[in-house]
């Protein structure tokens, strides 16, 4: 792959990796943004060079794409190297450091920011598109999910003929999007959160919901027929010829089955038999420290991470009964300022059992709890958080910048 590159864009991608090197060895992260950054500086079209002849997969969305993709890439292994942005950098520099990291990949599999798939598809040429859902998130430095909706259509409608959209039939807003193409693979992924989507994105009707079939009397648009779907029983996804393929994911819940099921529809479309992927998604056991196990004085602790309403509804499904739970919320500038959002949050479900919460936003969490009649111990940092419950299992969510944080105290321990 290096072999063919023009010698400037060979120039870039030497002193884009040199500065991902100088990146990591100074402590300053892993490297991905300031080496596409310089990369992109020194050749523009850098990316366009990188993703010249490979067989590119773009998975976007508000929540899941980093789990997707890793789900993705595991699959796509089975036939080569894969080129992949694991860390979730999702935005062109991290998209040129994946692809320059990989040089001899033939496959590559990039978590696409929501806002950046327009570029990305004119930049990547995409054999596959993977769009797994749209909800609100940051909506004070964000753009409206329907308008995002609509700039995702516009698009797609652009790349109509020139790649295969694997799409969530049960997202309304994603339906819309994507029904402007040409070819689109279907899978039931499911819908937890519908209150983005409680009106037709495309004529601004109110939509019926029976179960998980949903349509607008008004105009028509309704769920389409999956051909790949989460079983019903057991821990299987059911394919478009009706047959089982069981899952022994290592990642908790619905959620990380309804993944499974489109990293599956994913692989298959690159010639992966899907008994032969299906078993490769059990190596996944932790996603950019997502799901990771840590343990400090006798406290077992399981790290989720939620940024947004739909997120941390799905979170709450994903926690076992029982043990304690940490909530730990930030509202830096990649958090989004506005925490305002926590109240879309159902909290009801926490109800009697050990709460403590934590985080820069701490104070605005433990009036929402007392809103939904939530006992709950403040404590001024997850150190505090974990001297606060009895030693054994404990889930934590946070948000983006508390996660990091908390990650960030348990790698200097550990």
Request: with cysteine; hydrophobic share 45%.
């Amino acid at each position: 792959m290096s072999a063919n590159l023009p010698a400037r864009a060979k120039f870039a991608t030497a002193l884009l990796r040199t500065a991902a090197v100088m990146s990591r060895a100074t402590g300053r992260g892993d490297g991905s943004v300031i080496g596409g950054r310089v990369g992109l500086i020194v050749e523009p079209r850098l990316l366009e060079l990188l993703a010249d002849g490979r067989h590119v997969v773009l998975v976007s969305g508000t929540n899941g794409k980093t789990t997707t993709t890793r789900f993705a890439t595991a699959a796509l292994e089975a036939n080569g190297k894969v080129a992949t942005n694991s860390y979730g950098a999702n935005m062109p520099t991290g998209h040129a450091t994946a692809l320059a990291k990989s040089l001899r990949a033939t496959y590559a599999a990039l978590e696409c920011d929501e806002h950046y798939l327009g570029q990305l598809l004119d930049a990547a040429h995409p054999k596959v598109v993977a769009l797994l859902n749209l909800s609100r998130d940051q909506l004070d430095r964000a753009m409206e999910v329907t308008a995002l909706a609509a700039k995702w259509r516009q698009t797609l409608q652009a790349q109509a003929g020139h790649t295969t959209v694997v799409a969530n039939a049960d997202d309304p807003l994603v339906v819309w999007a994507a029904s402007v193409c040409e070819r689109v693979v279907w899978v039931a992924a499911g819908q937890s959160w519908t209150a983005d989507s409680a009106i037709c994105p495309n004529c601004g009707n109110h939509l019926d919901r029976f179960g998980e079939f949903w349509r607008c009397t008004n105009c028509g648009l309704n769920r389409p027929s999956p051909q790949w779907s989460v079983a019903q029983t057991g821990e299987a996804v059911v394919g478009p010829d009706g047959r089982r393929y069981d899952l022994d994911l290592q990642l908790p819940g619905r959620v990380n089955r309804a993944n499974a099921a489109t990293a599956l529809a994913i692989a298959s479309l690159f010639g992966v038999e899907p008994a032969q992927a299906a078993p490769r998604l059990s190596q996944v056991t932790s996603v950019a420290g997502r799901y990771a196990k840590v343990e400090r004085d006798g406290r077992r602790l399981r790290l989720l991470l939620a940024k947004n309403p739909a997120g941390w509804l799905e979170s709450f499904d994903m926690i076992e009964q029982g043990p304690p739970v940490v909530l730990s919320l930030n509202a830096r500038q990649v958090d989004g300022f506005d925490t305002s959002w926590i109240y879309d949050v159902d909290f009801t479900s926490l109800a009697g059992r050990k709460v403590v919460v934590t985080g820069d936003r701490r104070t605005d969490l433990a009036v929402r709890l007392e809103v939904d009649g939530v006992d709950f111990v403040v404590a001024e940092d997850i150190g505090g958080a974990i001297a606060a419950v009895a030693p054994g299992p404990v889930e934590v969510v946070a948000n983006y910048t508390a996660f990091q944080d908390i990650r960030a105290e348990f790698n200097r321990v550990n």
